[in-house]
Structure formats: C-alpha cells, structure tokens
C-alpha cells in the first residue's frame, strides 16, 4: 500500500516538474513546435492531479485499514478511532495536511487547466506558476515530509490515535474550508503574476480571477470561523479567539485578502491602484505560505503548531525565491501598473477604498508584529517576551472601529466626487438612529465611562446601527426607485435590485453579516464566570441562573471513556433546561478533552464545562460562562457566506419598462 | 447603657462594611492580575482560563497570586515576584519599559505614517495640474466618445 502512495507522489513531482519546466519554455519559444509542448504541459499539470489524488486516496484507504505499518497512520489513527475522524487523519498531522494541500493545489490547478480557452496564453503563464508552487509541494512531500515513510522494528497493535482536541465534527470541515482559502489564493496569485510577466493589457485577468478570489475569501472566512465555533465549543476556557499565532496565521491572509476584494473594485473601475493590487494579492498569497511556515517551523509556541521539524527551512526559502520572482518581475514591468486616472477628491469612493485598504493593512501588520515580537525581542533583549490578548485587543479594536466608521461612510460616497450635502442626506436618518440606540443603552445600564471595554462595546454597537441602517437605507431607496417603475411590492423590487448588480448588493449583505459579528463581539465586555465544586443537590447561581447539580455518571466507549455531570438550569424559578458537561479520556493517546454544554440563545450563552475531580477534597468542579451575544456571531457568519453567494450569481440584465406598471394598473376612468 | 450598644452595633456594622469592601477589592485585584499573567505549564492560557484540572502550575500560581494579593503587595511588586519566579514569558504582555515600549509604539506609529502617506498621495494628485496640448482642446472622436460612455457607466454602476 505505502509503495503505491509513494510512487505516486514521485510520479506526481515528476509530472508537475515537466509541466513547469516544458510549459516554461513553450511560453519563451514560439511557433507550432512550442504550441504542442505547451499541450503537453498542460496535460502532465492535469496528470499531476490524477497521481496526488491516488497518493491522498491510498493514505486514506491506508487509515481506514488501519496499516500502522505507515508511521503517518501509527501516529494520527488507531483502531476504534470512528469512520469520520479516520477520513480526517488525512489532515490531521503534518505530512497528511501536506499532502491534502498539494491536493487542493492539484484540484484549483486542474480546473484551471481544463478552462484555458478562456484566454489560453493567460491561463499557459498561470498554469507554469501554479506548477511551479506544486512543485514545491511535492518536493516537500518527497523528500522532507514523507507521509509513506514506515515503521522500524515490530510493527505495533494499535496506533497512537487522533489528538482528543481534533475528535470533535467540526475539525472534519474546519481544516479543509481553511486550506481552500489558503490554497485558492494561489490561483489570483498566478493570474496576477502572468498578468505582470506578459504585460497583460487591460483589466480582464481581474475579472476572469474575480470568482476565483471571492470564493476562495469565502473559504477562508468560513474556515477562521469554524476554527473559532471549535475553539468556543472544544477548548472549554469559554472564549473563540485566543490570538494564538495559528489564529494570528489565517487571520492575515484574510485580511489583506478583504483589502484586495476592496481595491480591486478601483482597478476594475477607474484602472486605479494597480501596482497596489498586485502587491496585495502577491502579500496574501506569501502570507498564507507564511501562515505555514509558523504552524510547521517550531518558531513561535502555539496550541496549535505541528511538532519542531526541519521544514521551515524549506518555506523560508520558497518565500524568498517567491519574493525574489515577484520583485524581479514588478521592477522590470512596472511601468505596466500606471494608473489611468487620478483621484479627484478626498470624499470619494475611490478614497474611501483608500483608507478601508490602510486600515486593513494596518490591522494585518499589527497582527503580525505581535505574533513575531517575542522572536524580535528574543534577538534583541535576549528573552522571550508573551504577546497575549491584552495587546491585540488594545491595538486592534480601535482600528476595527474606524474600519467600521468606514463601512458605514463608504457605500454612501459617489465615484470620483461627493458633494457633502449629499453626503448629509444620505447620512442623517442612520447617524440619528445610532445615536438613538447608543442613549437607549445608556440608559438600560450600559455605562462606557466606567470601563474602556464598556466604551468600546458602546460604539462597537452603535457605529454597527450606523452600518446597518446605511445597507437598509441603501436597499430601500433602490428598491422604491424599482417599486416606482415596475409597481411591484417594496420587497420583491429589493430582491429584483440585487439581482441586478449582486457584487454590489451582495458586498452589502456581507457588511451586514460583518456588523452582526461585531456585535457579538460587543457582547464580550460583559462576560461573567464562576467556578465551584459541585457536589449532588449543590447550587450555583450567575446572572439569572441557578444551577442545580441533579447527578454525575460515567460511561465507557471503545475510543474513550468519559464522566459527565447532570445540571438542571432554572430561570426566575421555572426549570429551563437541563445541561451534560462531560470530559472524555481518550484510551488510545492517553488524554483528556472537554465536551462543553452551552444553552445558547440570542440573548446570551450559559456555558457549562465540567473540569474533572479536586484532586485535594474529590469533589467535582464545574465551571459556567456566561457569554452574551455570542450567538451573533455566528449568525453573522452565515449571513456573509450568504452574501458571498449573492455577489457570486451574474447580474440580471436590467429590464427597460417602456410603459410603467402602474399606469397599466389604473382604474378605467382615473384622470378622467 | 444604650448608647453604647448602639455604638457598639455602629462599629460592628463598620467593621463588616470595610471588610466586605476589602474583600471585594480583593476580589477583583486578584481576578484583574490573574488575566495579567499567563500559566506557565505550556496551554499558552491566561492563568485564570487554564482549565487543567490537576494543573500543578496554575494550581499552585493562583495560590501565590492569592497569598500576594493578601498580603497587600502593590500589583507592580506582586506582577514582578511572578518575572522573578517564571521569567518575563509569564506576563501576558509586554510591558512599556524598554525595548518592549517598541511593540506598543510600532503599531500605532505604521497608522499614523499610513494615514500620512495616504492624505499626502491624494493631495499631491488632486493639485498636479492637467496637461492640455498645446494646439488647444481638439473635437472629440466618436472613439473617444464611446471611451468616455464607457467609463460613465462603469462609474455610476457601483
């Protein structure tokens, strides 16, 4: 079995080496010579897929057959470990989760392949690049990170099993929905970069890459966010974002990656911006390999970070010579990046863009700067020092606050120039509505003078109101000019404007979904806990809850045991609910996992950890949170994914109504 | 006879009143100072959030904090017993003396650079003047025409 997956692998770089090498110099050489070494480029990239799909399917195959003669499966699996997170142990470790990028790669790589008619000098120069990266991959995979590689002396009985924090459904989706995100940025990356290579004119590659970036955006979103659910729900310290370096490492992409969706609009638009955009889409895509490189090198410590190897060695370079490739090409071409036209004025959408794009960019290199201050400080001071989540969320938050100011403001503005007055009509009606929000949380108890979290919590809120009411104004006066014309119902003329420009309406659904999370974050300000050791009939009251401890019990599965608390949840008297916190001890690695019971609702989350026996008096220990608005957050997650989708769909062609509806309409006699 | 049990319950009541305050204050300086520090067994977690249960580090440094916190040690005197014992990693962020004040700075310092740079590109843009050819504004081509529709619809379209 590892012979076939190891022989594949092989085949694989092989054919992706051809691919790069024969498809680089058919793009030097010209004539119909070149043209069939071209073809056969293209095919050896679509051949690469076949053979990494075999080497993942033999892994895998591999896991459920439970061959621990493989180390990769001895390591990541065992016995009883259930079907689901058999299929998961593909990602599960370093050399799998290698291997399943290089498949995402292959997937991306052969879609774009079977598509170059599309433009197919284009699509030939993206084709080599992609190979290129592939090639890396598999030479990664071949050499440094073998997931073939098999066990010395007596072969073992039962393997070492999946880490307990990875047994959990989410980590079956969370991985993959992270490494499309990841992976895809290589895709506009490689347009980008063939675009500047063969001085591409116009701004078709943007258009033709546009899908590819926002699907891959939301890939990437949902992966963060399943990261962060998993996080909540596994982790059992009642919070989602812990500012881990991990964390930190898809949080960059994602954020230049947003400035780019943003800025591209410019290109696209008034041919703007364009040596701007190729940089952004060059930084996301190092920034995801960077992102890599600190979950695999050992450089900074994280919960999440793969074992200390010698890889990083290997990204460090490919960083450089991808940085090295990228420079070399932008400084020979790029006087190819001239911008077509100038901004005309500060209250502008173009410059609305402009500030949106800083502010991203700043929030990315702050994350950035955190994640690698304590290598800095380590080299300059001699010592390690922690960057933990006071620093992030001092820093951040009041960039996340002018982003959102931003987001309220910038649909608002016109191309090239708005006249302020226009600026205070549209504006008024959403400015008094948040500033009316903001005196009603004043006065239902929120008080911002007493605490800087408070403050932040207020405004959060009220500029998410400004936000909001700005997209619903936006709605409403679109759909009534429609309304007007066709005569159909308010909503259904919103739904018919969406239709017709989705970028644009979808981008607004996604602001909405944005505002929606941010107060869910809001909500954080006001977290309460406590923690007690709960014996039978014991209570334990936080906010408006009492807790009753009704029963403990134990149960054992092939793949763990587990114990767990029975806790009734009363409400002004009433039983609301009943709660089974539980902790696992998985037999097979040997380690304990929490299982939280969290009663979530729009309002707020109780949220239930039973953290095992006092080892002093052995009695139980339970701890609650309780965690308002959380649930916001992720609603607000569908509600961009929704939006993303919305954007996706083509533009309905506009519908000229030469006689209005409603004179149609009209009562005989009317007018008479 | 009377008066002074009422004095007395007077001081009473005072006494379990300043208690009551100081345990709150207490309360609340160990809870602020204990998400100041990390715990050091390696969960990369804020020491009031490790939820190893039999964690003999977190166990043991809630303890300490505990006993700082009674004995009415200042919070830079009790955040400094726990540098000496653990190392600078155990505060769970860098402090703004020193080399450290670098990181606190940088973030704010690129905001501000950044916002700079933008005002100063749009500025410089909108003063450069336009250039108009020395042979004067000729009659627009019905190419030039179409460019110029072309890019009135891209411009009112989003």
Known sequence: MSQIGSFALLLALVLSAYSFLAGLVALVRKGPAAERLGETARRAGIATFAMVFLAALVLVIAAFQDDFSIAYIFHHSNHDLPGPYKFATLWSGQEGSLL??????????????????????????????????????????????HPFALMQGTLPQDGNGLNPLLQYPEMVIHPP????????????????????????????????????SMVTWGFLTCGVFLGAHWAYSVLGWGGYWGWD????????????????????????????????????????FLLSIFGTFLTRSGVVSSVHA?????????????????????????????????????????????????????????????????????????????????VGPPFFNRVNVPVALLLLLLTAVGPLLAWRKTSIESLKRNFLWPALGALAIGAVLIVVGIRPWKDMSYLYSLMTIMLSALVGLTVISEFIRGGRVIKGHTGQSLFASMVQLAHRNTRRYGGYIVHFGVIVIMIGFAGA?????KEQEMGYGDKMSL??????????????????????????????????DTLYPERRFYKASQQTS??????????????????????????????VHLNPLVMWIWVGVWIMIAGTVVALIPNAVAVRVTAPARIQAAPVGAGD | MRNLLLKAAQLTFLIAALFAFLGTDQDARFQTLGHKVMCVCGC???????????????????????????????????LQAFVQKYGPTVLIAPTTTGFNRVAWVMPYLVLVLGLTTVVLIVRTWRTRPQTIPASGMGPVSNLELERYREQARKDTQV
Not at chain 1, 525 to 529: G, K, L, P, S, V
Request: aromatic share 14%; glycine share 6%; hydrophobic share 45%.
């Open chain 1, 100 to 145: 399943f990028w290089s498949l995402l790669l292959a997937t991306y790589g052969l879609v774009l392949r079977l598509r170059y008619k599309t433009d197919s000098r284009l699509f030939a120069h993206a084709s080599v690049i992609i190979a290129a990266v592939q090639v890396f991959f598999l030479m990664l995979l071949n050499f440094a990170a």
């Open chain 1, 594 to 623: 929490t299982m939280v019971a969290n009663r979530s609702t729009f309002k707020e989350d109780l949220y239930l950890v039973y953290e095992g026996l006092n080892q002093d008096t052995g009695r139980p220990i339970l701890k």
């Open chain 1, 543 to 576: 906010g408006a809850y009492t807790l009753v401890c009704r029963s403990y019990t134990q149960e054992d599965k092939p793949n763990y045991s587990s114990e767990w608390a029975i806790v009734d949840v009363f409400k002004g008297g009433k039983q609301i």
């Open chain 2, 44 to 78: 990369n977690q804020v020491l009031l959030e490790c939820n190893h249960v039999g964690c003999t580090y977190s166990d043991r440094m809630r303890g300490e904090l505990a006993s700082y916190v009674d004995r009415g040690d200042s919070d830079d005197l009790t």
């Open chain 1, 245 to 284: 370096p991990v964390e930190n490492a898809s949080l960059m992409p994602w954020l230049t990656g947003t400035a780019f969706l943003h800025s591209v609009m410019m290109q696209e638009k008034r041919g703007m911006l364009k040596t701007w955009n190729m940089w952004l889409i060059f930084s996301t």
């Open chain 1, 177 to 212: 929905m992270l490494y499309l995100g990841y992976v895809g940025f290589t895709v506009p990356f490689a347009f980008a970069l063939a675009a500047l290579i063969m001085r591409y004119p116009g701004e078709k590659w943007i258009q033709i890459t546009r899908r590819w």
């Open chain 1, 525 to 529: 300000a006001f977290n309460q806990d």
């Open chain 1, 306 to 386: 793969f074992a200390q190897s010698s890889i990083g060695d290997w990204f460090v370079g490919f960083l450089a010579v991808t940085f090295a490739v990228c420079l070399f090409f932008y400084v020979k071409n790029r006087s190819h990046l001239r911008s077509e036209h100038k901004l005309e004025s500060l209250v502008s959408r173009e410059s609305s863009f402009l500030f949106n794009n800083l502010l991203l960019l700043v929030a990315c290199f702050t994350v950035l700067w955190g994640t690698l201050f304590p290598v800095l400080s380590e080299w300059v001071q001699g010592n390690k020092v922690t």
